[in-house]
T-cell receptor
Framework: KAGVTQTPRYLIKTRGQQVTLSCSPI?????VSWYQQTPGQGLQFLFE???????NKGNFPGRFSGRQFSNSRSEMNVSTLELGDSALYLC??????????????FGNGTRLTVT | AQKITQTQPGMFVQEKEAVTLDCTYD???????LFWYKQPSSGEMIFLIY??????QNATEGRYSLNFQKARKSANLVISASQLGDSAMYFC?????????????FGQGTRLTINP
């Protein structure tokens, strides 16, 4: 079974631009979550989608948005990029959205650098 | 508020020794799940082991075991017979209900280095 696939692996953008990151979950998984990882803040939850609906949202500004398609693939968009948006963005999927013991399975991440 | 604390920023261990990575948590939710993840330099987060708040026995997965002490709110990861490939960042995480929604909260991580 293929794992979580994130594209692209690396991105370099300039301030003010926007960026779209893509995530394909494990086949059969309907829940997709996004996390931002930085050395200073660690892993921070961005949002979670389940069956094309946003279920949870972290404390990020409205410049960060996402969506999920009918095939469970998800995209994350960041508009008006700032230097502080430079981070590793991790996507994760899981099979049972409501179960406590269902682990998240992560992709390799997209490393975004904003210059 | 739900919180995970990992007090060891870094650890150095000789190959083949056992190592314990500390994790304490704080939650008022009676139902929660605790997870450990490994993050090699490649960036991928690899799920290692899970412990549920109502589980009576400590979880084990191969060389990984979880020392779950509910009263002390600790969930330490024990790696037996460490290997060079165990060198990585290790994150403890808790799934809990936060503001009515189920979320996963991560600790700051511990960087483990296995020396030959």
């Amino acid at each position: 079974k293929a794992g979580v696939t994130q594209t692209p692996r690396y991105l370099i953008k300039t301030r003010g631009q926007q960026v779209t990151l893509s995530c394909s979950p494990i086949s059969g998984h309907r829940s997709v979550s996004w996390y931002q990882q930085t050395p200073g803040q660690g892993l921070q939850f961005l949002f979670e989608y389940f069956s094309e609906t946003q279920r949870n949202k972290g404390n990020f500004p409205g410049r960060f948005s996402g969506r999920q398609f009918s095939n469970s693939r998800s995209e994350m968009n960041v508009s008006t990029l700032e230097l502080g948006d430079s981070a590793l963005y991790l996507c994760a999927s899981r099979g049972e959205a409501s179960s406590y013991n269902s682990p998240l399975h992560f992709g390799n991440g997209t490393r975004l650098t904003v210059t | 508020a739900q919180k995970i604390t990992q007090t060891q920023p870094g650890m150095f261990v000789q190959e083949k020794e056992a190592v314990t990575l500390d994790c304490t948590y704080d939650t008022s939710d009676p139902s929660y799940g605790l997870f450990w993840y490994k993050q090699p330099s490649s960036g991928e987060m690899i799920f290692l082991i899970y412990q549920g708040s109502y589980d009576q026995q400590n979880a084990t997965e191969g060389r990984y075991s979880l020392n779950f002490q509910k009263a002390r709110k600790s969930a330490n990861l024990v790696i037996s017979a460490s290997q060079l490939g165990d060198s990585a960042m290790y994150f403890c995480a808790m799934r809990a209900i936060i503001q009515g929604a189920q979320k996963l909260v991560f600790g700051q991580g511990t960087r483990l280095t296995i020396n030959p």
